[in-house]
């Protein structure tokens, strides 16, 4: 019976791939705040100019691909039970070859109607005002902006607490809820935690490993710990 892997990922490591995130400066993402392009306010007061930055987002997604950390995560399934929960809205992981991932946060190959949160369609073009389902609803980006609910929580904490090793890497743990997934392992569950610069974890009850590595070079390290850990 393999051991199971739950790990949470963040920017970072789609950064290893060209993907810019807001993280790396004071709040704007490509140039925007990200209260203008990642609010229902925002959506509200100018949705053209958010469609339009999804659009341009989507468009860079198909010009990277995935890095030797999606890769290294990926083959690491012939070892490990591992179930991906990723705040990350491109597609990465699953191009590099998981089969387990949880969207924390949307995705942007998808899009949702303004009214449904659960009628969820498959998009990989621009997305335009005036582009509807067929009940003639609006449609948005699936994404979960600051401010609503993330429907995959709760799925998000019954999978952590199956966890027999959790990993978290490439992110700051500074969005929550998602960084509050720590909380939910099981007691004594081994923690490992790789960033090139970690953020400090209060109150931890689980024995925490660093790696301040990128996750192409962490994730390595990560894969021979752990089989360390199964002999």
Known sequence: MKKKLVILTGAGISAESGIKTFRDSDG???GHNVMEVATPEGFHKNPELVLDFYNQRRKQLFEVQPNLGHQLLAKMERDFDIHIITQNVDDLHERAGSTNVLHLHGELLKVRAVNNENDILDW?????????DTNGNQLRPHIVWFGEAVPAL????RITETADYFAVIGTSLQVYPAAGLIDFTKKNTPLFYIDPKPASIPNLRNPLELIPMNASEGVLILKNKLLQYAL
């Open 154 to 157: 709760d799925e998000a904490i």
């Open 28 to 30: 704007l993402w490509e």
């Open 124 to 132: 990989k073009t621009d997305l335009f005002l005036g582009d509807t």
